[in-house]
């Protein structure tokens, strides 16, 4: 029977083999979008793009929103991307508006996060001609995207935007950028694609190996005083039950960095919040006494180790990342372990039998109490930027994700939120970008209907980004800003106030704009307080009214974010609220790189 079939199989007539397809590239742009499952795209228009923002217009799977600057699109994809785990999408015109993607881009390269960047250019035939809005876009990202293309054939189109997503979506995730000029939208192309992308050179491991799993499993049974240091890499790998079984099965406390928050439940037994320049000093000094440090999805940055050459001396190092350049890049690794952080650790629970370590338990304990994270709030003082965030914590909870932007009220909310599930907390980490939380909050409120968008910002980063508040209004996004002002940069302040005997110059904002009347100009609703009793009633009204609302809290100007570890410094330099008198003023060796 099997040899008649195989006959009739050799002599039966071929099916005719279809014409690949012929559209046009615009056609081809937003079939392939269909097909990566975007839902929205974040962008500004430009005669460039005319056909593909007119195929938005006629279909109805795709929402584009026009945002106000190119640079909150980035931002709003990299929201987006960071709250639901897929790719984020943005698209601009050539020229200023692909120049304008520039700090969003390098801010999603820094951080990880899988975002594409469409661009607008000219024609192929213009290109280096310095014609009217050119601007070599994949030459200026280069270094600050995984991967870019200049698409020069429509043929190629379909094949370089599928090849984009799997590039930004597997390994470690990262921007890819695709520029296309005039000439490759407006003509016909063939849409096929391979059954599957294989790019030689780009094979990412996901899975450990072996024999280092089993080093890494009795490194931990013999060790007596380990610590877990997460990353934000743990988060992109949904690692973050598999911390929680290893944590508890081998007694481990943990520790995280900012973009690892959430990773593991803040109230947790085990955890120790943040560590690094401005961690808990608790989660520093047992840094300091651990025998074993496991980094998971982390690449010690100098914002977690500071002197680097003093950081975590007393112990031996497993190192767990997807990324084989990561490991031992800053600091060696005695265990490197190349890999999915998710997959390695469900390969090391299975070898882990159940320990416990009391002494070590007892000694975090006393960190714990000798060193609390604490803050001073006298009656009739201003209200305290950490009293708010600790009432909005305990007001939303887990109802909501947390963005924020960058300074001293990014680094309140990383000690003071109650963080209990991954992709809770989402800022900018690595290139430390003001003005990103708001527009990331109204691509978190896009990939998670079902919780609150809520932005705590500070005003100094918040005026950056102001105006995308009538992309709120206009797209009906119900974001929040908790705004925190201090009327000042406060942060640089803060240093000003530490090292250059308060003299405070170019940080104090003498004019700024009332934020509920701005908040009414552009058709959304807020508050301004100013008195500790407010702050609950206040959150709850921003919760329970419908759209964007600015809620204006007004924070004391000279609060200081404690611990703080001086730039260059080692952990055992960290500086605690008991010690800040004892700072020698006007140190200038001790001031920040930025």
Same mark, same amino acid.
């Given at each position: 029977?099997?040899?008649?079939?195989?006959?009739?199989?050799?002599?039966?007539?071929? &099916?005719?083999?279809?014409?690949?397809?012929?559209?046009?590239?615009?056609?081809?742009?937003?079939?392939?979008?269909?097909?990566?499952?975007?839902?929205?795209?974040?962008?500004?228009?430009?005669?460039? %793009?005319?056909?593909?923002?007119?195929?938005?217009?006629?279909?109805? +799977?795709?929402?584009?929103?026009?945002?106000?600057?190119?640079?909150?699109?980035?931002?709003?994809?990299?929201?987006?991307?960071?709250?639901?785990?897929?790719?984020?999408?943005?698209?601009?015109?050539?020229?200023?508006?692909?120049?304008?993607?520039?700090? *969003?881009?390098?801010?999603?390269?820094?951080?990880?996060?899988?975002?594409?960047?469409?661009?607008?250019?000219?024609?192929?035939?213009?290109?280096?001609?310095?014609?009217?809005?050119?601007?070599?876009?994949?030459?200026?990202?280069?270094?600050?995207?995984?991967?870019?293309?200049?698409?020069?054939?429509?043929?190629?189109?379909?094949?370089?935007?599928?090849?984009?997503?799997?590039?930004?979506?597997?390994?470690?995730?990262?921007?890819?950028?695709?520029?296309?000029?005039?000439?490759?939208? %407006?003509?016909?192309?063939?849409?096929?694609?391979?059954?599957?992308?294989?790019?030689?050179?780009?094979?990412?491991?996901?899975?450990?190996?072996?024999?280092?799993?089993?080093?890494?499993?009795?490194?931990?049974?013999?060790?007596?005083?380990?610590?877990?240091?997460?990353?934000?890499?743990?988060?992109?790998?949904?690692?973050?039950?598999?911390?929680?079984?290893?944590?508890?099965? #081998?007694?481990?406390?943990?520790?995280?960095?900012?973009?690892?928050?959430?990773?593991?439940?803040?109230?947790?037994?085990?955890?120790?919040?943040?560590?690094?320049?401005?961690?808990?000093?608790?989660?520093?000094?047992?840094?300091?006494?651990?025998?074993?440090?496991?980094?998971?999805?982390?690449?010690?940055?100098?914002?977690?180790?500071?002197?680097?050459?003093?950081?975590?001396?007393?112990?031996?190092?497993?190192?767990?990342?997807?990324?084989?350049?990561?490991?031992?890049?800053?600091?060696?690794?005695?265990?490197?372990?190349?890999?999915?952080?998710?997959?390695?650790?469900?390969?090391?629970?299975?070898?882990?039998?159940?320990?416990?370590?009391?002494?070590? !338990?007892?000694?975090?304990?006393?960190?714990?109490?000798?060193?609390?994270?604490?803050?001073?709030?006298?009656?009739?003082?201003?209200?305290?930027?950490?009293?708010?965030?600790?009432?909005?914590?305990?007001?939303?909870?887990?109802?909501?994700?947390?963005?924020?932007?960058?300074?001293?009220?990014?680094?309140?909310?990383?000690?003071?939120?109650?963080?209990?599930?991954?992709?809770?907390?989402?800022?900018?980490?690595?290139?430390?970008?003001?003005?990103?939380?708001? &527009?990331?909050?109204?691509?978190?409120?896009?990939?998670?209907?079902? +919780?609150?968008?809520?932005?705590?910002?500070?005003?100094?980063?918040?005026?950056?980004?102001?105006?995308?508040?009538?992309?709120?209004?206009?797209? @009906?996004?119900?974001?929040?800003?908790? %705004?925190?002002?201090?009327?000042? %940069?406060?942060?640089?302040?803060?240093?000003?106030?530490?090292?250059?005997?308060?003299?405070?110059?170019?940080?104090?904002?003498?004019?700024?704009?009332?934020?509920?009347?701005?908040?009414?100009?552009?058709?959304?609703?807020?508050?301004?307080?100013?008195? +500790? @009793?407010?702050?609950?009633? #206040?959150?709850?009204?921003?919760?329970?009214?419908?759209?964007?609302?600015?809620?204006?809290?007004?924070?004391?100007?000279?609060?200081?974010?404690? &611990?703080?570890?001086?730039? *260059?410094?080692?952990?055992?330099?960290?500086?605690?609220?008991?010690?800040? !008198?004892?700072?020698?003023?006007?140190?200038?060796?001790?001031?920040?790189?930025?």
């Amino acid at each position: 029977m099997a040899v008649a079939t195989k006959a009739k199989s050799q002599t039966a007539k071929q &099916p005719t083999k279809l014409k690949p397809q012929k559209i046009s590239g615009a056609e081809i742009v937003y079939r392939s979008l269909e097909r990566e499952g975007v839902k929205y795209v974040f962008g500004h228009p430009g005669a460039i %793009l005319l056909t593909v923002l007119d195929l938005f217009l006629k279909r109805s +799977k795709i929402k584009h929103l026009l945002i106000r600057h190119e640079q909150c699109a980035a931002h709003m994809a990299e929201g987006y991307a960071r709250a639901s785990g897929e790719v984020g999408v943005c698209l601009t015109t050539s020229g200023p508006g692909a120049t304008n993607l520039i700090t *969003g881009i390098t801010d999603a390269y820094m951080d990880s996060i899988p975002i594409v960047c469409f661009t607008g250019q000219v024609a192929t035939s213009m290109v280096g001609n310095d014609a009217f809005q050119e601007a070599d876009i994949v030459g200026m990202t280069r270094t600050i995207t995984k991967h870019n293309y200049l698409v020069k054939s429509t043929d190629d189109l379909a094949e370089t935007i599928q090849e984009a997503f799997y590039i930004a979506r597997t390994g470690r995730p990262g921007p890819v950028l695709v520029d296309l000029p005039k000439d490759v939208l %407006l003509g016909d192309g063939n849409y096929q694609l391979p059954e599957k992308v294989d790019l030689r050179g780009y094979k990412p491991t996901t899975k450990g190996h072996p024999r280092q799993i089993q080093r890494v499993a009795e490194a931990i049974e013999k060790s007596k005083q380990p610590l877990l240091y997460v990353g934000g890499g743990a988060i992109h790998a949904e690692a973050h039950s598999e911390i929680v079984k290893l944590a508890e099965t #081998a007694e481990i406390p943990v520790t995280y960095t900012l973009l690892g928050a959430g990773a593991f439940p803040s109230a947790h037994e085990l955890s120790l919040g943040m560590l690094g320049m401005h961690g808990t000093a608790y989660a520093n000094y047992a840094t300091m006494e651990c025998d074993l440090l496991i980094a998971v999805g982390a690449r010690f940055d100098d914002r977690v180790t500071g002197k680097v050459s003093e950081f975590a001396t007393r112990a031996k190092i497993i190192h767990i990342d997807i990324d084989p350049t990561a490991i031992g890049k800053n600091k060696k690794a005695d265990i490197p372990v190349v890999g999915d952080a998710r997959q390695v650790l469900v390969e090391v629970n299975k070898l882990i039998k159940p320990q416990t370590r009391p002494l070590w !338990k007892k000694r975090i304990q006393n960190l714990r109490t000798e060193y609390p994270l604490t803050f001073d709030s006298p009656d009739g003082a201003p209200i305290k930027p950490q009293e708010a965030i600790v009432a909005l914590s305990e007001e939303v909870g887990d109802k909501a994700i947390i963005t924020t932007e960058v300074g001293q009220h990014q680094m309140w909310a990383a000690q003071f939120y109650n963080f209990t599930f991954p992709r809770q907390f989402i800022s900018s980490g690595g290139l430390g970008t003001m003005g990103f939380g708001f &527009p990331a909050a109204i691509g978190v409120a896009l990939a998670r209907p079902d +919780k609150l968008a809520i932005d705590i910002a500070g005003d100094g980063s918040f005026q950056m980004v102001m105006q995308e508040i009538a992309t709120a209004v206009q797209y @009906e996004i119900p974001v929040k800003v908790f %705004l925190l002002n201090n009327a000042t %940069l406060g942060m640089v302040r803060q240093w000003q106030d530490l090292f250059m005997d308060r003299r405070f110059s170019e940080v104090d904002f003498e004019s700024s704009p009332d934020y509920v009347k701005l908040a009414e100009a552009f058709g959304a609703s807020g508050r301004r307080i100013v008195d +500790k @009793e407010e702050i609950r009633p #206040a959150i709850q009204e921003m919760i329970n009214t419908p759209g964007p609302f600015i809620l204006d809290v007004i924070v004391d100007p000279d609060e200081l974010v404690f &611990p703080m570890v001086p730039a *260059g410094g080692a952990t055992k330099d960290m500086i605690v609220r008991d010690s800040r !008198k004892k700072i020698l003023q006007g140190k200038l060796s001790a001031l920040p790189d930025n």
